[in-house]
């Protein structure tokens, strides 16, 4: 791995390990920044992996740059940034569904997956339906529905031999969102970003690096 590359992994790793830290110790301005500096990081990353040299690093970039957007955006504690965040990561991941396109899938292989996502999906939206706002019923579903289908289509890539970086990052973004939901609509007491942020981090970097391993396509 290009030393360049790998420094700004380990950047954005020590961005991500100080944002948790931050946000357990209420120093909120810290956190701030730190997730700023972490979420350049994969941008970084993904430029320095060749993501503007192909049509599915372009296409890719485009969704990591929603990601941004959506990581600035959740910064905000309301409610209307929480829905222009999710608004974000829903083009995100639509960006990240026509990169994969783009890259090659295998039919056979996201009819297989789709049946379990499926289940998956309907256990998470009627466990979070006793917490949704009337106001946030309709964009959480299309949300969960369009993230299910970035896994899905992660999981065409993969039989149509792409890197498993793609899958590996489109299920550990997944996740990670699991623990957003939790946060912000069942308010648990538990942080769940201590283990939902180091997987949002991981999965996008899988992701960005995954364009190093697709440069011809």
Known sequence: MDYRIRTAVILTGISC??????LLA????????SKLIASCGFLGVAVLAGALRSTYGRILFAGLACSFAGDLLLIGDS???????LSAFLLAHL????AFIARGVNVRWMAFAALPI???VVAVMRWLAPHTPPDLTVPVYLYTTVISGMVIAAFGTRGAR??????????????????VASQRLVQ??????????????????CLALSVSQSRSH
């Open 17 to 22: 390990f100080v944002l948790v830290e931050s």
């Open 26 to 33: 209420n120093l909120h301005n810290v956190a701030a920044i």
């Open 79 to 85: 409610q209307q940034f929480f829905l222009a965040g």
């Open 95 to 98: 960006g990240y569904i026509a």
């Open 118 to 120: 499926i289940g998956i």
């Open 162 to 179: 792409a890197p498993v970086l793609i899958l590996a990052g489109a299920l550990m973004f997944f996740l990670s969102d699991l623990s």
């Open 188 to 205: 648990m007491e538990f942080p769940t970003y201590v283990w939902g942020l180091p997987l949002y981090y991981a999965g996008q970097l």
